[in-house]
């Protein structure tokens, strides 16, 4: 008390020393306001500055023998003491950052730290684990003659069991509603992957593969690919993959999180009767300027995020081929994979050498951007952009009969959303989407210079989607919400010889109120929730339809670490893509996407429920489960048949009966698990006989065996994946096998898919070595081997007629041994 009596007033106090000393001090009053001092006891107006700056930290400028000026440093020291709310504690070892520099510290064993030389318009940022990290203007503690006290309030939760299950790798998280999580940013390596990429990593786990080994036709539970939903913030996405599907189009370093529901899907997605995947980037404005690049045999990439100031960020990510510009191992297998008739042979069974010449030229490319705008505290709005496109120009000559091949290919996906998420109070929150989005394929193949066939197909979809969230109580929770879609599809095809034109057009809405309620008991003994989703369709040329979509997803505990999982879902889809082999762009590109009419093409309804117990102790993790899924409304032409109903159009249904188990061991170190997928996939067609035959995917047994080991920075993965063969369709035998009373001759078939083909077996191994280059500038090299042991795996094999009225076998294998590298940096 007798301190505060003697202090003053610092700007009452320099009045006093201008009388005093003859003299003007120079200020902004905003700099001395509030600012005491202790009246120095000296008589040296020198002696008496000097106090002064010790004092206040000020900096005081003589200009002449009369002026003086006063202002703050921008470079300031500081120093506190970090204690917990009360005061009582002090917190060693807690962190103290300066944002937006490289200036951190810890604090000491007495809880305390100094900085000097800092930026005073700078903001410190003090954490430690149990505590809610705390930001404080630098500014509030450069003033002051004593260190200060900062308090760090503890973050209490109330503990309960924990019912999600971190598996294989980390960052990968099983969740309580089924779900599988992907966290990019924490997931470790994966046999066979040079990066985390998103649609590669998913093919990780038990019922979601690709049969032809691509992330363009990913098959979850026995569906075709234009079955799931892929979504990139909130944006359906009609195209996915690079290199005709060997590579994922989107960037993993920005995707923050990747969601995929098999079953007990939330109300709020319709579409995709086999599984929803959805992407999202990022979403917080940090304050430091974050990003990273990368090369390897493929492409190079850029990406990062900056903060234009405390509320608004923006985001970006690019990557480009160095296909059209530079051969490597990894492209050469790529295009080999990507642009076979691997092997032709005859009806004697004898490989046939066409001799074709190719020249290919290939790129592709791809770039995101998000605006991230934080209105206030409980408002933030996003607004999304992704473009991608794939560029192919082939010509392929046959040196026999110089006969020349033309092709030029083009697919783009443009997307633009925005995004706003409100928190209205406590209790009630919302969420607005809002998106438009564009696919276009375009193609163009010269035959011997003498035919012309143009194809084209454009997607143009608008879509609305509002959710609202309620909590009825801290374990009741009512979502509610709508969505609209509009989707308009072209298909044109123009052939000059014969002369043949088609142009078909059409536009379907979807109205899709919706509601979910999600209960959780104490302890969590019991999370459930249940809905229903109502979705109005109206195919403006034919037809309109209601459909109700009920949801089930309920997790009980039977004991101590195992709990059980209910799951049932209807869903429905209106979108499909059509496989058209006869034109086929050369083998590359065999897909476009039509509507649903309810004539050629009914609406793809499907009913899927699944049981399963989930089992963890120690980091021993066990899970099963088994579902059974009917798909309806489903067309040959949508399923890729190669034998006699490949152009029939004929309507019919599948079901799956499958099961799916995974055991892991992971240690501090390393990770081993084990994973076997039963699936009985069969079709049912009542205008082909016989009715009921394996479906094209019906591959009854996947097994993978892998593991993952860190020592210190060098992480490496090995992985083995086997599974039995798919079915397809044989020829007769003998001379049965071609009809030739038809004109073109046409192929005697058996009974569909009454043949398959061998096992398939691929060893992947992968490592990489992560080192810091400066502080805050870290690196990172990796390789990869797809297919280590070189193992020629037949993906696919059909018929064809040649010129010379024979029987060819096509047989289409896998990659060969394909080594990748690649270098990155990040910051």
């Known amino acids: ?53 010790t004092q206040t930290k000020l900096k ?28 009582q504690n002090t917190i060693p070892g807690a962190t103290v950052e300066v944002l937006g520099s490289e200036i951190a ?8 730290f100094s900085l000097n030389d800092i930026p005073r318009n700078a903001s410190l940022k003090v954490r430690y684990l149990g505590y809610i990290t705390r930001y404080i203007a630098i500014d509030d503690l450069a003033d002051t003659a004593e260190c200060t ?44 992957l040079i990066e985390p990429d998103v649609l590669q990593s998913v093919q990780a786990l038990p019922g979601v593969k690709s049969i032809d080994e691509t992330v363009s036709d990913i098959n979850v539970r026995g569906g075709t690919n234009d079955q799931n939903l892929i979504l990139w913030n909130g944006i359906k996405m009609y195209q996915s993959g690079h290199f005709f599907g060997l590579i994922s189009a989107f960037n993993p370093y920005l995707t923050d999180k990747v969601t995929l529901y098999k079953n007990g899907t939330p109300t709020h ?20 300027f974050v990003g990273g690049a990368g090369i390897n045999l493929i492409s190079g990439d850029v990406y990062g995020q900056f903060p234009i100031n405390d509320k608004v960020a923006f985001q970006f990510s690019a990557r480009r081929s160095t296909t059209d510009f530079l051969n490597t191992p990894t492209y050469n297998s790529f295009t080999e994979r990507a642009f076979q008739d691997s092997e032709i042979q005859n009806q004697q069974n004898q490989t046939i050498d066409e001799n074709i010449d190719r020249d290919v030229t290939f790129l592709f490319y791809d770039f995101t951007a998000k605006l991230l705008y934080d209105i206030n505290e409980n408002q933030k709005l996003r607004l999304n952009f992704i473009g991608m496109t794939n560029d192919l120009r082939y010509i392929q000559t046959n040196t026999n009969t110089s006969e020349t091949t033309q092709s030029f290919l083009e697919q783009a996906n443009v997307s633009l959303g925005l995004q706003l998420q409100s928190q209205w109070n406590s209790k009630f929150s919302s969420h607005l989407n809002v998106y438009v989005s564009r696919y276009d394929l ?40 709508y969505q609209y879609i509009e989707t308009g599809i072209t298909n044109i095809t123009d052939v000059t010889q014969p002369p043949f034109d088609s142009n078909i057009r059409g536009v379907i809405r979807i109205h899709a109120p919706y509601s979910q309620i999600n209960y959780t008991s104490f302890e969590n003994r019991l999370i459930a929730s249940g809905g229903l989703r109502v979705n109005y369709i109206e195919n403006l040329d034919t037809f309109s339809k209601w459909l109700l979509e009920p949801r089930l997803n309920v997790n009980f505990r039977l004991a101590k670490n195992l709990r059980a999982q209910l799951l049932g879902e209807f869903k429905s889809q209106s979108t499909n893509q059509v496989i058209d082999l006869e034109q086929n762009f050369l083998g590359v590109e065999k897909r476009r996407w039509i509507l649903s009419d309810e004539n050629e093409l009914p609406i793809t309804r499907s009913k899927q429920g699944s049981i399963g117990l989930n089992y963890e102790k120690n980091s021993f993790y066990v899970g099963l489960e088994a579902f059974y899924k009917k798909v309806e409304g489903i067309s040959t032409r949508t399923q890729g048949f190669q034998n006699q109903n490949q152009f029939s159009g004929e309507i019919g249904e599948y079901d799956v009966k ?20 039963y699936n009985k996939n069969d079709y049912n067609f009542d205008s082909i006989p016989p009715n009921l035959f394996p479906n094209n995917l019906d591959v009854r047994h996947a097994i993978t065996l892998a593991g993952t080991y860190n020592i210190k920075k060098l992480k490496l993965g090995l992985g083995i994946n086997y599974r039995t063969g798919k079915p397809f369709t044989a020829p007769q035998e003998g001379d049965a096998a071609l009809d030739t009373t038809s004109f073109p001759n046409r192929i005697n078939y058996e009974e569909p898919n009454s043949s398959r083909l061998p096992e398939y077996l691929r060893v992947d191994a992968s490592a990489n070595y992560g080192f810091n280059i400066t502080r805050r500038l870290k690196g990172s090299a990796s390789i990869s081997v797809l297919n280590l042991t070189n193992r020629k795996n037949i993906l696919n094999q059909y018929y064809r007629v040649s010129e010379n009225n024979e029987i060819e076998t096509v047989i289409n294998s896998s990659l060969g041994i394909t080594p990748n590298v690649s270098f990155r940096v990040k910051f």
């Not at 892991?664 to 997928?677: A, D, H, M, V």
């Open 1 to 53: 008390m007798a301190q505060e009596e003697n202090e003053v007033s610092l700007k009452s106090y320099l009045t006093e020393l201008e009388s005093k000393y003859a003299i003007k001090f120079s200020f902004v009053d905003e700099d001395l306001f509030g600012v005491k001092i202790t009246v120095p006891n000296f008589n040296n107006l020198n002696s008496i500055i000097t106090a002064l700056e």
């Open 60 to 87: 005081i400028e003589k200009l002449n023998q009369r002026y003086y000026t006063l202002t703050k440093s921008s470079l300031v020291s500081i120093c506190a003491n970090v204690l917990d709310n009360y005061a």
């Open 105 to 112: 510290t810890v604090t000491d064993s007495n809880g305390s």
């Open 149 to 192: 006290n900062i308090l760090l309030d503890e973050n209490l939760e109330r503990l309960e069991e924990v019912v999600v299950y971190e598996f294989l790798t980390s960052g990968l998280v099983k969740q309580a509603d089924a779900s599988i999580t992907l966290n990019t940013a924490e997931l470790g390596i994966l046999p066979g």
């Open 269 to 288: 997605y319709g579409d995709g009767v086999s599984s929803v995947i959805s992407m999202q980037t990022k979403d917080d404005i940090e304050g430091l």
């Open 442 to 481: 375009g193609a163009e193949n010269f035959f011997n210079n003498n035919q012309l066939l143009i194809q084209e197909n454009t997607v143009i979809e608008n879509a609305l989607k509002f959710d609202s969230t309620y909590a009825i109580s801290d374990r009741l929770s009512l979502g509610n919400g």
């Open 658 to 677: 499958g099961l799916e188990f995974l055991i892991n061991k992971r240690g501090s170190n390393y990770s081993t698990w084990l994973s076997y997928t």
